[in-house]
T-cell receptor, first 109, second 112 residues
Framework: GIQVEQSPPDLILQEGANSTLRCNFS?????LQWFHQNPWGQLINLFY???GTKQNGRLSATTVATERYSLLYISSSQTTDSGVYFC???????????FGTGTRLTIIP | DAGITQSPRHKVTETGTPVTLRCHQT?????MYWYRQDPGHGLRLIHY???????DKGEVSDGYSVSRSKTEDFLLTLESATSSQTSVYFC???????????FGSGTRLTVV
């Protein structure tokens, strides 16, 4: 099946800093999603981004499908950005998402 | 927020007992999924459904069964719970393979 790798595994930043999270995948895809799991465990869909760039407030994401990677940018980090960020891509006919192991982001006040 | 609810939110059960978790949606989405989340393993797919009475296995389906008798409900059953099934279980829905997923709030299951 498709392999999904995320880096870095852990990231600790001061409030106000910018960060870039990376997701590499082993096969071509036409569906990539980014999720944020907050410290209370809730999973929130941030972006559906099979290709190109999208922005939502301080967050933006870029997927370069031909090179099999996606980047999530967080600018001017806030403590509420803390949590684990997952990327996910489909396998086996696009009906099921395979998740990466995540990047744990900690924002220090 | 999307209309997806999981019940119960927390459950403690004894080894060997059957357990059923419920996922209910009000979005009329075709696709529903059950994932489990464990430290060091991320989110792994247990079973999924692509329509009423249409289900298939995911990567960690052993020991689990599912049923979907109507669009809005997807049930996950542990036939005989084991300690290795202690986990957080998430349900997800989507309107199609090329659409975003929406997750429920999760069920924390402890098997003692």
């Amino acid at each position: 099946g498709i392999q999904v790798e995320q880096s870095p595994p852990d990231l600790i930043l001061q409030e106000g800093a910018n960060s870039t999270l990376r997701c590499n995948f082993s096969d071509s895809v036409n569906n990539l999603q980014w999720f944020h799991q907050n410290p209370w465990g809730q999973l929130i869909n941030l972006f559906y981004i099979p290709s190109g760039t999208k922005q939502n407030g301080r967050l933006s994401a870029t997927t370069v499908a031909t090179e099999r990677y996606s980047l999530l940018y967080i600018s001017s980090s806030q403590t509420t950005d803390s949590g684990v960020y997952f990327c996910a891509v489909p396998s086996f006919g696009n009906e099921k998402l395979t998740f990466g192991t995540g990047t744990r982001l900690t924002i220090i006040p | 927020d999307a209309g997806i609810t999981q019940s119960p939110r927390h459950k403690v059960t004894e080894t060997g007992t059957p357990v059923t978790l419920r996922c209910h949606q009000t979005e009329n989405h075709r696709y529903m999924y059950w994932y489990r989340q464990d430290p060091g393993h991320g989110l792994r797919l247990i079973h999924y459904s692509y329509g009423v009475k249409d289900t298939d296995k995911g990567e960690v389906s052993d020991g689990y069964s599912v049923s979907r008798s109507k669009t809005e409900d997807f049930l996950l059953t542990l036939e005989s719970a084991t300690s290795s099934q202690t986990s957080v279980y998430f349900c997800a829905i989507t309107g199609g393979p090329l659409s975003g997923y929406t997750f429920g709030s999760g069920t924390r299951l402890t098997v003692v």
